[in-house]
T-cell receptor, first 115, second 113 residues
Framework: ETGVTQTPRHLVMGMTNKKSLKCEQH?????MYWYKQSAKKPLELMFV???????ENNSVPSRFSPECPNSSHLFLHLHTLQPEDSALYLC??????????????FGPGTRLLVL | DQQVKQNSPSLSVQEGRISILNCDYT??????FLWYKKYPAEGPTFLIS?????DKNEDGRFTVFLNKSAKHLSLHIVPSQPGDSAVYFC????????????FGKGTKLSVKP
């Protein structure tokens, strides 16, 4: 596989469920990101990891819990979500988080529906 | 308040004609801009970028123009092709947060045969 992959591609969950989103990058990058895209809103950065260390947490509710076990894998653990959390969740990676001219490469996203 | 604005949610263009997608930003300190393209059921893919030391960058059919005094950039696609139909996002780097990207809401381009 090449690029950035995400699983599952679609997820339906109840408000009391616990689920996890998985992202894997095959580009040898050092930085990984979680974004949320809600309908008619810009992509919103949620978390940034650089060399497996969380460097940004943009006031995201604690019901979203990221995990980065190594530089190739990133997880987003979900628990007790709300219907308004339904959105497209995108993972991205870049060579270096601090690079001024870094390009981020995105996965296909997980379409989440919370009932 | 949005720092990157794409005021046209959609644009329809005839095949072979020019597509012009616009983007405005609020902070004159932003100095690097990117355009991403997104097809349905796929993640955004990087298209072209421009640094503030330039006012134009060209890559094949795609050209990005930057007007720093107006805090405005535009993406020109010439000639437009039906395969260009997608959502186009303008983005800039947030200098205060190092590598973080700030995105616009996107413009949906439809190129009709």
């Amino acid at each position: 596989e090449t690029g950035v992959t995400q699983t599952p591609r679609h997820l339906v969950m109840g408000m009391t469920n616990k689920k996890s989103l998985k992202c894997e990058q095959h580009l040898g990058h050092n930085a990984m990101y979680w974004y949320k895209q809600s309908a008619k809103k810009p992509l919103e950065l949620m978390f940034v990891y650089s060399l497996e260390e969380r460097v940004e947490n943009n006031s995201v509710p604690s019901r979203f819990s990221p995990e980065c076990p190594n530089s190739s894998h990133l997880f987003l653990h979900l628990h007790t979500l709300q219907p308004e959390d339904s959105a497209l969740y995108l993972c991205a990676s870049s060579q270096d988080w601090r690079g001024e001219r870094e390009t981020q490469y995105f996965g296909p996203g997980t379409r989440l529906l919370v009932l | 308040d949005q720092q990157v604005k794409q005021n046209s949610p959609s644009l329809s263009v005839q095949e072979g004609r020019i597509s012009i997608l616009n983007c405005d930003y609020t902070n004159s300190m932003f100095d690097y801009f990117l355009w991403y393209k997104k097809y349905p059921a796929e993640g955004p893919t990087f298209l072209i970028s421009i640094s503030s030391i330039k006012d134009k960058n060209e890559d094949g059919r795609f050209t990005v123009f930057l007007n720093k005094s107006a805090k405005h950039l535009s993406l020109h696609i010439v000639p437009s092709q039906p395969g260009d139909s997608a959502v186009y996002f303008c983005a800039t780097k947030d200098g205060g947060s190092q590598g973080n990207l700030i995105f616009g809401k996107g413009t949906k381009l439809s190129v009709k045969p």
